[in-house]
C-alpha cells in the first residue's frame, strides 16, 4: 500500500495543490493534523482535504480554530491567526474541525503503524531532539509512528548507529527532489513528513512523503510552490504580515 503522508497544511492552498499535482501514484491520504491556522484559505483547504479520504488526527491549530483550546499556550500572531480562522470557517467547516480525532490513530491494514499530530505520548507535544524522541521511541509498542507538528522533515529510530535526527539530504533550494530510505524491520522509527504549507527546516518548498508498506520505503518529497500568491493572500485577508514573509525562509 502507498500512503500519501500530509502533514501541517496551514491553510496554504497552494502548497497543498504544488503537494498533489507531484505526489506519486497513492492508495491512500493521511493527514496528520493543523490543517487549518496561519494561512489565508481555511475552507479551501478543509473542503480539498476533504475530499482525499477521511483519515485524519486533529492539530492544535485544528483544536484552537474549533474552540476546543484556549490560546494560553500560542504566541500573539499564532493566537490571531487562530481567532482569525475561526471567524471565517464555515459552519460546516468548523463542526467538521470539532470532529476530527486525537492520535494515536491505527488502521486494520496498516497493523504495524500509529499515526498522531504530535507524538504518541500527548498529542500536543513537540518530537525535534533526538532527547524528544527518547521516551516515545523506548515506551511505543508500535514500530513506526508518523506524526507532524514540528514542521520539520525528517525522522528518528531507535538504531544506535541512527545517533541523533534523520534529515533527508537534497540537491537543490527551488526544484521539485525526493529521497527514499528503507525502513529496517525490528527497528523503531518516529517519522515526519514535514510541513506542507509552513516548514520551518530552512527550506521553503512544501514538504510532504509517501510511504510504501510492502517495500517498507519511506520517500520523503520538496517541491516549489506559488510562494508569491500564499502570501499576496495572507497580506489581503489581514493577517499579520510576518505570516506571509516566514513563508520564504522556510522558518
Request: glycine share 8%.
Amino acid at each position: 500500500m502507498q500512503v500519501l503522508l500530509l502533514s501541517d497544511i496551514h491553510s496554504n492552498l497552494e502548497a497543498l495543490e504544488a503537494c498533489l499535482a507531484a505526489a506519486p501514484a497513492h492508495d491512500m491520504v493521511f493527514n496528520l493534523g493543523d490543517i487549518v491556522g496561519y494561512g489565508a484559505n481555511p475552507n479551501e483547504v478543509i473542503e480539498r482535504s476533504r475530499a482525499l479520504g477521511n483519515h485524519f488526527v486533529r492539530g492544535n491549530h485544528d483544536k484552537a480554530a474549533a474552540g476546543l483550546m484556549d490560546l494560553d499556550d500560542f504566541n500573539p500572531i499564532a493566537g490571531m491567526a487562530a481567532q482569525w480562522t475561526q471567524k471565517h470557517l464555515t459552519s460546516e467547516n468548523l463542526e467538521w474541525l470539532r470532529s476530527l480525532p486525537s492520535g494515536p490513530v491505527q488502521l486494520p491494514e496498516l497493523p504495524d503503524v500509529q499515526f498522531v499530530h504530535g507524538s504518541p505520548m500527548d498529542e500536543d507535544e513537540y518530537v525535534v531532539t533526538p532527547r524528544d524522541a527518547l521516551e516515545p521511541l523506548l515506551l511505543s509498542s508500535v514500530p513506526l509512528t508518523f506524526f507532524g507538528h514540528s514542521h520539520v522533515q525528517g525522522a528518528f529510530s531507535s538504531n544506535p548507529i541512527d545517533a541523533g535526527a534523520l534529515r533527508p539530504v537534497y540537491k537543490t533550494v527551488g526544484q521539485a527532489e525526493a529521497s527514499s530510505w528503507p525502513l529496517k524491520r525490528g527497528i523503531q522509527y518516529l517519522i515526519n513528513p514535514g510541513s506542507v504549507g509552513q516548514p520551518r527546516d530552512g527550506d521553503w518548498r512544501a514538504a510532504f512523503a509517501v510511504f510504501d508498506s510492502a517495500a517498507r520505503t519511506i520517500s520523503f518529497h520538496r517541491v516549489p510552490y506559488d510562494l508569491k500568491k500564499a502570501q499576496d493572500m495572507i497580506l489581503a485577508a489581514n493577517l499579520p504580515p510576518r505570516l506571509a514573509t516566514r513563508l520564504a525562509a522556510g522558518r
